[in-house]
């Protein structure tokens, strides 16, 4: 049994608390928040759930050996950092840092001091991602040409961080995951149409080294909701939509193959159409597997499959998207 | 009454004709092809067309008062010239040329002989097209912010061209028709997945002067037939999917707006949604309306909508995308 | 501030306790079930519910100005009875009872007891179900020719009622609400395919007074959930689907018009063809507007929109379904 | 080589033609219409079609092995008739007459004959139906409990027959088809909303020997296009809707399963959820295998799949849903 702590209880901090109080394998939570009217909505909900006075006591506490950072993205590398000063495990919610340097420096002190550091990109524990990456693996799509992904929506802005550092951490972590790479060069449109020097919608272009290019496109401006990526490889292509509740995942057995040039030297195309097959997809919450998966990670010294490596990744992808943006769309290398 | 004629009966000079005989202002359509077959195909099945021995007999003939060049992408340049140079009128398939250096020549010749040079970029004769420039030029949507397009399916490979030059002028016509300019900035990141040297998908940025951006995806290697352009504007937003039958537009009446800040200087925002409507559309064939209107230009000495400005607009436009591509990706100013 | 009793703290039970406890006029809520766990994770989830030792105590007790009662089918009209019995206000679950007679007795006991008696028919305070009926009486479609209705998924086959009382209460209820009036008759072809004697599938058919047919179609053994209405009228159609979150109505301007008689005594048929609009309809809890209209029609004495009439009318037209099933289809007049 | 002769070029009739015309296997097509406009029409289109003065002179005619009819429904049986009596075979459009006792009488003459009657039930030559038929004879589905089916539209009246004699034969040949039976008992409510006298809408239910039941529900006043067949079956479920371009065909692997009763004499229900497929369907005109198997039929003497006793059983169904129609949704047994 082990005992976790949680620091922010605002949007997000309660989907972590009530997965970890339904969980099994923890016997106690303790949060904090530095607006106690949350604390106290949380406590009215999950009687069982104490309060640690501030963040100071919750990461010293005896009765906490692990922590949950869900509190602002700019907070993210400052308070990760103290937990693991104080010895604590620590899962920080995506993204992991606001610089690069921040989380190499999170992931340096988590292995000198020999702790758990995890991240929340919650999609890579999703049932249609993982299966999509099994599909990928086994080779059923063949060589993934390319991938084209959408998430939009008539979203709430945010007040500390573009759309890019709100939404774009969903499907780099997930497009990074899938084929096993980050990219090689990042370019990136957008434009602050509702506030000034906040982008709320942009068209980023992702070139991979093994050949892979993918188009990502992300937006709070739109209307009607969409999260749909395109998977096409040189056997079949897939659909994953998001908002689809039945068919979250069509596989399409289609492809055009090149045939070698016959004696006239011309080249021959085939098409080639099949069925289309939405594979039954286990249905539970991601979230409660993540956080599983944290406990398994620091209670074994199992490596994390979302770990700071695969958080530093999507920052350094998100920086190059800021930095592309600034510039006008100037291809930045990785 | 006027006199037509075709030269090139293959993929999409039979709609051409179709349309011409079915004209009532048209009393003559004389074709021409290098394949005999293709000409006595179509004569079986109007038996009123008359064929010309070929191109020079069908541009020179007194039974032509304007002609229509529905040949491949890289004689129409070309071809349109000797129209021109004949004294006729010419109508060219869309892309007019395959550099601007070349559409530029074709301008030139027409304005200097007083002959009508039309494009046929068939989409802006398309009601759907028609409707929602109407809405943006009424200010409906308010200031365009972005604009999205997708036109990718399993689709045929050309031998010739590229994917950006077989798809591409479709929504590059239609964006700067609606915005009414041409980009400022196009960038583009593509792939030869199939056939190497010929991109087959493509995503493609652009920056437009008057602050709008837009973003068009296009490919010939996709599961299904997506052809969906969203228009997001300060007042309102659209979805036009042209695979749709029924509501091939949906206008959405939805917002965010930015309050001025109050005297705690926190901004505000308010989000509006209200009616989706999706209206009633006209229902005629563009390829119909495009015939009809270039015969009233060179009837009236009218200037043609798709005129060969529009047609240069876009061949730079492709051009560019060509470069950026070639480029990696480098944003390339027009 | 008013004092709610709950009967029943199953499936169903528990959205009524939390819209009481939620509720700000409602001050304290009692509950009680035969078995104890689940007044126990009641309390749990709501620790200042109260629990009664059992029904006889809830239904005298002081703290309990009335009682909602959300327990299976058979024993709805006798708990109910004993709560009008007690002296107290009723809100019982659809359906009211499980025969007509039973529902009549109900009506008149709280006739006579000066009691509010209202049924759980919740999509009569649905958003779209109100839009609709607000249409319909504003003539907006003219004369309702009919109406179609299809509420199928694989659900959850229930062990002591058929689908037709499991799940045509909703349809049965929207239906005469819009339409203002009871059907004359009833027809029902139906199968017990999967538990013999437990029909899983009806189709039924319906004529009222006023001219309009209906079809309602319900299933508990359909491959996707649909949830789907069509209501056709001499003046607009209108697509109801509950399944969709943003455009859960469409109003089609369409139709047929008979022109009279020409002088050759030729009919002429126009057919109209306009706008879609989805209209932008009020976001809320159903349930929740239900629980307050319980309390100001209790408090206030004023006429429960879905009162013992109502809910006869739904229980009677059950019955004739029932009826007709049994006799193979026959009409069932009423 | 045969020698086709087509009787009325009206608005299905030019549809034989054209496959008549294409059709390796015919040397001669001779047609006929009341009308001289609309036999002119067809030669212009079809320059080697030949013109009879008449249906006399056309079925007389030794240059005619067959006739194809194409009449309105009301003269189907006195025009077929003639053709056999002349001594050729004959292919009547659906519904092959306006009683059974008239289509009892043209499969007798036939058999007199030795000729040749087939039905134009084209659907049963249409790839995903015969798909589906496949699955349901190899057992895929399991026992098939029920077919739900909608066709609806806002559709063009019909002059001189109900939506019933318009629409219906399309559902009914499919259903009696897949299911290798017809009704035992048939029952339906409709509605003459527009004209007096021709219903436009219909609620069909039907009941089989086999222990299935079907609905069938057709409209000509309906907001959209709906084209859509469920059938669920003991082991799967599978939905056809032919608006579908792609996914015509779906396949869930879905269904509710009956366990024996434990020792505790408690039901089990189980529910089974796998994947969803998408068939690919072969792709080609159904007409013209229609008229291919016409042809292999009447030259080999092979049993037409659309004979005269299918069609028959589909006039006998029609009558029923009349006679229920009129006597106010009566169940009609067969």
Known sequence: MVKIGVVGCGYW???LIRNMVENSQVDQVTVCDLDPRKVAKIQQRYPTVKAAA?????????????????TPISTHAKLGKKVLEAGK???????????????????ELAAYKKLTLMVGHTFMFS??????????????????????AMRVNLGLHQKDVSVVWDLAPH??????????????????LGRDSVLRGIPDVAFINMEFAGGAIAHVQISWLSPSKLRRTTVVGSQKMLVYDDTESLEKIKIFDKGVEYKNPDTFGEYQLSYRTGDIVSPQIKNYEPLGAEMSHFIECFTTGKKPLTDGECGLRVVEALAATDASLKAGGKVIRL
């Open 89 to 107: 495990h620590v899962f920080i919610e995506k993204p992991l840092a606001p610089t690069a340097a921040a989380a190499q420096e999170l992931i």
């Open 171 to 188: 499907d780099f972590s997930i497009l990074f995951y899938w084929l096993g790479e980050r990219p090689v060069t990042v370019s990136a």
């Open 127 to 148: 049932p249609p991602v993982i299966r999509i990456k099994e599909e990928i693996d086994r080779k059923t799509l063949g060589t993934v040409f390319y991938i084209s």
């Open 54 to 70: 501030g963040f100071d006591e919750l990461v010293r506490s005896a009765a906490v050996d692990a922590v949950l950072v869900a």
């Open 13 to 15: 901090g309660p989907n």
